[in-house]
């Protein structure tokens, strides 16, 4: 037995650090107790002599001190040596920039004020870059101005943009409106491209408070009006993964189609328990299905979910890259999965007539709708119908004859679900859930890939019945790893800021709608408000206001509960073929299910800290990504409308114009102030409207307004719109605003199936 080293003796993490690697090196902990210990700034060799590490320690090492630096624990300086980073009063985070050019520095440290950094401090920055600043006062308007000590970490290796030419120096700007940088790209860096192409730019070098970025032409993806070209500009602005490594290659092929006999050993039979699924028509992967019988004092929910943890262990290839990714992401006629397709839409899918492993909430639900017990276990399934939610409703709801003939086997089934959703339902309102019902618009595509409608997807009873099932199991889920005592991620919801429930006031005010009186802002204060605007003209656009007024819901370890659903504690849980905090909640159940101590569970609270934030920001990730490619869409859609009319209404009110949404397109853009009437105009922030100072004329939130569509550009996906003006009152006068000729497109529209 070999001598142990100090830092073995001394580092209380060290047993720990023996289990999870093959080449242990100190924990953060002690590194930072020996740098503290040491006052002054440590190289490398140092360290590493310091804690006698051989060859492959000291590549772990290095390994573990790149992670500290980009998490901001510590800092390498310019001499290469390794610092605390509270010794020397730095503040540590992630660039926010501005197409402005200015940008914020969002803090590592929970509830500290963002840092204001100034064009000249974001010249050698990029948007998404972690970096060391250090405040050196207040800007002018009170913020904390940093000024760059470091950067940790480079965050853009590559950007998507146009690629265009001046007195012969190529140069790409980027479609990501928060890259400021123009992209230079040297002559022979370009290849054959052509000015005006849309490519993927590799940036060779970062830029300097002297020089832009240098790059060079790694792709080039198309022209700006090349069919799908908005989805390659979305994947590559945001920076979505596409490609499956090599390693994760390897692994899956190891999969088969079946599951193995040896895998549905120990597991509970329900493959004679009629399960079903119910989803999308165009749904292609399914991670839950759903059976109900009645018991004498309410009913015995069963909600089965695809055991993806089965096949993706932690620490693989595959669990690597499905961390990565996050999400899903979902674009018009394209999926990036999270997984890959042999078991998103394979193995871990719950297709009829097949038998998948799945992990079960067996959940029973009183009268009332309260659910008073919950077991959770792991079993085989075999699912015995596939089901979309417009089948289910014609089913239920319409009275279908022929489908009602065709599903008799599964109609009792059927119902017995739809009793267990109204009782679910009824609960949620007694609760005072928050309910918006917001109809979503989507797009139409025809064969060659061209916008051709925009119109808008309602949730029928149908939707609401499996959400009502898969909300009962997530809280049943997170109420049982908080008695565990494991760590997990919980979907977190919190109440909206001061700042902007005083905003909600003000704004429901111009409506004649009060909010209620409340010291303690409550979900069922803004039912109340729903309640009272349903039926009304206004009452989506004060749903939409609704909603963002609210704060958006994330991923962390602390049970902070989930106001916009009223609940005291909500994980995820039914979604692991598509999220990955899914599949973590799925691991903590599994090892509580396993017997096993909370303390030799695989994560620590810190572990899922990490990881929390970074599913969140995947999420948003792939919310930005798939709004931008819907936004280039709708710029699209309406090139050839250039000069044509529409209704509209008045969606927003800002001090340089009013934002208006076209009826039946569903397509929003500006009316710019200089387009209004010949008038100066002041904006009534209060009411939300703009009054002309001379004539009186007002442009009120919810208003109608017929407007023309004057320019569209593409770049900064903006629609213009100048309001029509009655014939009768526009002789004389020339038409406020220039209107561009009118292009069509020519091109062949053909129908097709929603997506």
Not at 368 to 388: C, H, I, P, W, Y
């Amino acid at each position: 037995m070999s001598k142990k080293r100090s830092w073995e003796l001394r580092d209380p993490e060290a047993k720990a650090e023996a289990r999870k690697y093959a080449h242990p090196v100190p924990s953060r902990t002690y590194i930072r107790k020996h740098l503290e210990k040491q006052g002054v700034p440590v190289p490398f060799g140092d360290l590493a002599e310091a804690f006698e590490l051989d060859h492959q320690e000291r590549r772990a090492l290095r390994v573990r001190l790149k992670a500290m630096v980009r998490d901001g624990q510590v800092i390498q300086n310019r001499r290469e040596g390794y610092c605390l980073v509270d010794r020397i009063a730095l503040v540590t985070g992630v660039v926010s920039a501005h197409r402005d050019g200015f940008g914020f520095l969002v803090s590592d440290q929970d509830g500290a004020d963002d840092v204001y950094l100034s064009p000249r401090s974001m010249r050698e920055l990029m948007h998404g870059d972690r970096v060391a600043v250090r405040i050196r006062g207040l800007d002018r308007r009170g913020r904390p101005e940093g000024s760059l000590v470091e950067v940790l970490e480079r965050n853009t290796s590559s950007v998507v943009g146009k690629y265009l030419q001046e007195r012969g120096v190529g140069f790409v700007v980027p479609e990501n409106p928060r890259i400021i940088h123009r992209i230079v790209v040297p002559r022979d860096a370009a290849a054959r491209t052509r000015p005006g192409q849309v490519v993927l730019a590799e940036i060779t070098t970062q830029p300097t408070q002297q020089t832009q970025p240098i790059g060079r032409i790694v792709k080039v993806l198309g022209k700006p009006d090349a069919p799908g070209i908005e989805i390659e500009i979305a994947i590559h602005a945001h920076g979505l993964p596409t490609d499956w490594p090599a390693a994760v290659e390897k692994e899956i092929r190891r999969l088969g189609k079946e599951v193995p006999a040896q895998a549905k050993r120990g597991r509970e039979d329900l493959r004679e328990l009629p399960l079903l699924t119910i989803d999308g028509a165009d749904a292609r992967d399914f991670d839950d299905a759903v059976y109900c019988e009645p018991t004498p004092s309410g009913w015995l929910l069963y909600v089965a979910i695809a055991d993806v943890a089965h096949y993706v262990e932690r620490g693989s290839a595959l669990d690597e890259e499905a961390r990565g990714r996050g999400t899903s992401v979902y674009f018009t006629r394209r999926v990036l999965p999270m997984l890959p397709e042999v078991l998103s839409n394979g193995l871990c899918s719950l297709n009829p007539n097949v038998d998948r492993l799945c992990m079960v909430c067996e959940m029973r639900v009183a009268r009332d709708g309260k659910v008073s017990r919950a077991r959770f276990f792991e079993g085989v399934m075999r699912s015995q119908a596939r089901l979309t939610y417009d089948e289910v409703a014609s089913l239920l709801f319409d009275g279908d004859a022929k489908l009602r003939r065709k599903h008799k086997r599964l109609l009792p089934h059927l119902e017995d679900l739809n009793d267990v959703f109204r009782a679910l339902l009824a609960q949620r309102r007694k609760r005072g859930a928050i309910d918006f019902d917001i109809p979503e618009a989507y797009v139409e595509l025809g064969e060659d890939r061209r916008i051709e409608s925009i119109s808008t997807y309602e949730r029928n009873d149908a939707h609401r019945m499996i959400e009502e099932c898969m909300i009962a199991a997530n809280v049943s889920a997170a109420r049982f790893l908080g008695r565990q005592k494991i760590p997990t991620l919980y979907r977190v919801h919190d109440k909206p800021t001061e700042e902007r429930f005083k905003d909600l006031k003000a704004f429901l005010a111009t409506f004649g709608v009060p909010f209620p009186r409340v010291k303690d802002l409550r979900p069922r204060h803004y039912a109340q408000v729903l309640e009272r605007i349903k039926g009304k003209s206004f009452d989506t656009l004060v749903e939409t206001v609704l909603l963002r007024s609210m704060a958006r819901a994330a991923y962390q370890p602390d049970n902070l509960g989930h106001f916009g659903l009223s609940l005291p504690e909500y994980a995820h849980f039914t979604s692991p073929i598509r999220r990955y905090p899914d599949l973590l909640v799925h691991r903590a159940v599994k090892h509580a299910l396993s017997g096993k101590k909370p303390g030799s569970f695989r994560y620590s609270p810190k572990d899922m800290d990490q990881l929390g934030k970074h599913c969140s920001m995947t999420e948003r990730r792939a919310d930005d990504a798939t709004r931008d490619a819907i936004a280039w869409l709708k710029c699209e859609f309406m090139l050839d409308k250039i000069g044509d009319e529409f209704e509209g209404v008045i969606t927003g009110v800002t001090s340089f114009g009013v934002f208006v949404q076209l009826q039946d397109v569903f397509v929003e853009g500006l009316v710019h102030v200089t387009a209004l009437e010949n008038d100066y105009y002041e904006h009534d922030a209060p009411r939300q409207r703009l009054v002309g100072a001379r004539s009186k004329k007002v442009f009120q939130l919810a208003a109608p307004l017929r407007v023309r569509v004057v320019a569209v550009d593409m770049e900064q996906r903006r629609i213009d719109f100048e309001p029509v003006v009655p014939k009768a009152r526009s002789r004389g006068k020339r038409p406020s605003g220039k209107v561009a000729e009118k292009r069509p497109r020519g091109r062949r529209r053909a129908k097709r199936p929603k997506q």
